[in-house]
């Protein structure tokens, strides 16, 4: 009976880590993908085609996680404030 609850918790926490519960203390393609993505989505960018996680690589992660928690952390954005992430995200590129 033990056994099952603990094979059930473990199923539960590793769905729950796929259901948005990402580790981004781990420097990966994975959550470059992720970040790009919630940034492109919250920032609502029409391009993203011109951000994409291939053009970033893991020595820039800090920076990209800097600007992920950022645009996480605000509600909305000022045209200028808009320029100025795109402008950084394009400084961070390979």
Known sequence: MID???KTWNDYKKSEKGD???????????NIQYMVD???????????????PEHFSTSSYEDL???YELVIRKNS???????AIAEELGNLRK
Request: charged content about 30%.
């Open 4 to 6: 099952k609850r603990i």
């Open 20 to 30: 948005g519960m990402v580790d981004l203390s781990v420097k990966s393609a994975e």
């Open 77 to 83: 954005f000022s045209p200028n404030e808009m320029e």
């Open 38 to 52: 919630q940034i492109t989505a919250k920032l609502r960018m029409v391009n993203t085609g011109a951000i994409s």
């Open 65 to 67: 996680k800097e600007i």
